[in-house]
């Protein structure tokens, strides 16, 4: 199978309350899971770092979705590559805020110590999301066990 990652950053436009990111991430859950697309969103007040994986026709049309929707400010597209495999296999999308994230993995990463910092480093947030897939993969298999 052919997947293309596609790793993006944007702003928010206006503020944006927990329950419309938890009605983003039940919305993008369930077309995700119909086009095979996998991926994270992480993000901050001001700020979202997100990656896509899937087909690549699949994962081009969730992007542009996103480049129309009113709610993305300041859309940039940082890395697409095609990989071997996912790194986020089984999400159809997950949600990490700046509270669930290390703060020391994004200070390793960011030349400004913050996600928004990884807009300007696109190898550096390729880096940080493939560190970020392996730490919650291992704290999934920790939490299971």
Known sequence: M???RLVYSSH???SVASRELFEILEASQARNAAVKVTGILCHSPDFFLQVLEGEPDAGCATFYRIVRDARHDRVRLLDFSHVPRRLFRDWN???AGIGDIRAELIARH???GDLA??????AAAVAFVAELAAAMSHAD????S
């Open 117 to 122: 910092g990884l807009a300007d480093e696109p």
């Open 93 to 95: 999308m997950g949600l």
């Open 141 to 144: 298999e920790t939490a299971a």
């Open 2 to 4: 052919n997947i293309a």
């Open 110 to 112: 960011s030349p400004t």
């Open 12 to 14: 928010p436009v206006g």
